[in-house]
């Protein structure tokens, strides 16, 4: 049973591009997180949704920024014309619908964002 | 809102010695729960421990024990006989039971070094 899984692992792109982080939850789970972490600081939450829902995105900045997680395919972390400061590592985790304790346990690897 | 604070942003300690992480939290629910992460080089995000707030006896595993204090509102971890492989940042963690509310929330962390 793979892992949560994110691609890429890393991103480079110039101020003004878009960038679009993706994440495949473990087998069986229908729930997933993203998390940002700037440099020298710890996870902060962005945003939490369930198939074809979002159901919590309070952490998210309100321009610029969207989620998606489709029914079919991974979710999608979209960040449209990047700049400098959303240089950072991007955390999705998930969990299945019937363990609340899974947000605990299942990180992907992260994708390092880079604008230049 | 709750916060998580740990207050030593960086600790050394001999190979096979012990160390404790500090954690505090502030919360106003009775029931939650804690987590302390690993986070290597190679920033995957590793659970380490987890207590819920309902059980008075503090989980261990392995190397690995926290010291729970409830109504101090503190939350250590204690890793016992260094090894240098534990060498890594280290995020104590908190998580509301409301499953509408189902965001983490993480300390600045706090950078272990092992010397050998």
């Known amino acids: 049973n793979a892992g949560v899984m994110q691609n890429p692992r890393h991103l480079v792109r110039r101020r003004g591009q878009e960038a679009r982080l993706r994440c495949s939850p473990m087998?069986?789970?229908?729930?997933v997180y993203w998390y940002r972490q700037l440099p020298e600081e710890g996870l902060k939450f962005m945003v939490y949704l369930q198939k074809e829902n979002i159901i919590d995105e309070s952490g998210m900045p309100k321009e610029r920024f969207s989620a998606e997680f489709p029914k079919e395919g991974p979710s999608i972390l979209r960040i449209q014309q990047v700049v400098r400061g959303d240089s950072a590592a991007y955390f999705c985790a998930s969990s299945p619908p019937w363990d609340l304790w899974a947000p605990g346990g299942f990180f992907g690897p992260g994708t390092r964002l880079t604008v230049l | 809102a709750q916060t998580v604070t740990q207050s030593q942003p960086e600790m050394s300690v001999q190979e096979a010695e012990t160390v404790t992480l500090s954690c505090t939290y502030d919360t106003s629910e009775s029931d939650y729960y804690l987590f302390w992460y690993k986070q290597p080089p190679s920033r995957q995000m590793i659970l380490v421990i987890r207590q819920e707030a309902y059980k008075q006896q503090n989980a261990t595993e392995n190397r690995f024990s926290v010291n729970f204090q409830k109504a101090a509102k503190s939350f250590s971890l204690k890793i016992s006989d260094s090894q240098l492989g534990d060498a890594a940042m280290y995020f104590c963690a908190y998580r509301s039971p409301n499953p509408r509310d189902d965001k983490i929330i993480f300390g600045k962390g706090t950078r272990l070094h092992i010397l050998p």
């Open positions: 087998k069986g789970h229908s729930h």
